[in-house]
């Protein structure tokens, strides 16, 4: 157990320890079946849960592809438990890109380096330091807390939430809110004045793979039902389509919120524009004005001279809430009747009113550690495993609470290279947690 440095709780000196030994271990996911190190990770965090009088279960329906589940008891067991969960696997890395090793958790600069320090690493660790500390002084929750660290995230969540939710509903049951990932950390509006991002909203997921069939022939002969070239133009029209902008309840809160703190005008005739005085969070918050369709991988064909008799595509297609069912009847008059669609992954929009008792305990708990705090609503341009968690009835929040320099492009190190986090942010979200949870 780590010792309190003068004037830290133990759990602000332990996060910096667990997010770095979580880092340590590589849980890169590849998008298969296999999931190195997911395995190792789910035993060191039951192992840590277990130190400190925690039983927990490791569940898998792929060999090692795991995901520990556990139930603390809080002071009134008859209300509905809060989910919190977050994911052990972590996109690989290439470690030649990276100014420090990317799985060697290093501290460099005030910050916690590493492949998860962003993506997410650091909420896992910050709750873990957090029900440690707890469970030590034996402070429980006002009601049950459900926690949830999950396998394969990175990949849609098909041997994490999702086999969870599927098989093992139960576990999750009577739960009726979960706080999780990409959301609870600063903006910087002014010196004195931080916008705290709490994601309550998720554009939907459709990754599809696109099929044109034709004629096969010899490559020197005049071919007019040619795959490759219908499915080029049909890649083309879905590549070039551009869609209106729809302001969905959260985007349109946002919007309102940020404009009133810059003190600027908020032009509906043209909010792209308003966006992009954002700064660094301009291309997040870009991508949640409109449902978009982004063509990424082609392939048709073996040899210079043989026309095949099929090609295909795949696209990474994202819905905003409310939109799914116009979206795919616009897709489809994109593609025209030559070109075939299927799913890839096909995973939900959810979106949740920035109200109640939660919403409240995030506010006041910023408050008590950032005076020039305010918590804001915001839509996520990419998923998370709320989406699995909403079928049961779950209202799932963003809320990895971390107050930021200024100056550090947060946003924009998901999924890229030199993922850090400031140790600062880290004893920040863990003094904001233990707060939020005395409030739940």
Known sequence: MA??????????????????????????????????GEREAAEYVAGKLDEVGVESRIYEKHPGRSNVVTRIEGEDS????????????????AAEDWTHHPFAGEVADDCVWGRGAVDMKNMDAMVLAVLRQRMREGRRPPRDIVLA????????????????????????????????????????????????LVETAEKGIAWMKL?????????????????VTELAAAVARLGE??????????????????CEEFGIAFDESDVDATVARLGPIASMIGATLRNTLNPTVLDGGYKANVIPGEASAQVDGRFLPGTEEEYFEQIDRLLGPKVDREFIAHLPAVETPFEGGLVHAMQASLLAEDPGAKAVPY????????????????????????????????????????????VDGLRFGVRVLDRFIDMI
């Open 149 to 196: 660290y999950l396998a394969d995230e990175e990949a849609a969540g098909t041997w994490g939430a999702r086999y969870l939710v599927a098989e093992h509903p139960e576990l999750f049951a009577d739960c009726d809110a979960a706080i999780s990932e990409v959301g609870g950390f600063s903006f910087t509006v002014k010196d004195n004045r931080r916008l705290y």
């Open 211 to 227: 099929t044109a069939r034709g004629t096969a022939g010899h490559g020197s002969m005049v071919n007019d039902d040619n795959a």
């Open 3 to 36: 010792e309190p440095e003068q004037g830290l709780s133990t759990a602000e000196v332990e996060v910096v320890d667990l997010c770095r030994e979580l880092i340590r271990i590589d849980t890169s996911n590849y998008g298969d079946h296999s999931g190195p």
């Open 78 to 93: 008859s209300r509905p438990p809060l989910l919190v969960h977050g994911h052990l696997d972590v996109v690989p890395a």
């Open 241 to 258: 389509y551009r869609a209106p902008v729809r302001l969905t309840p959260t985007v349109r809160t946002f919007l309102e919120e940020i």
């Open 379 to 422: 839509c996520l341009s990419g998923g998370t495993d709320a989406k699995s968690f909403a079928k049961l009835g779950v209202r799932n929040f963003g809320f990895s609470p971390l107050k930021l320099p200024p100056e550090l492009d947060f946003s924009g190190m998901f999924h890229g290279v030199d993922e850090r986090v400031p």
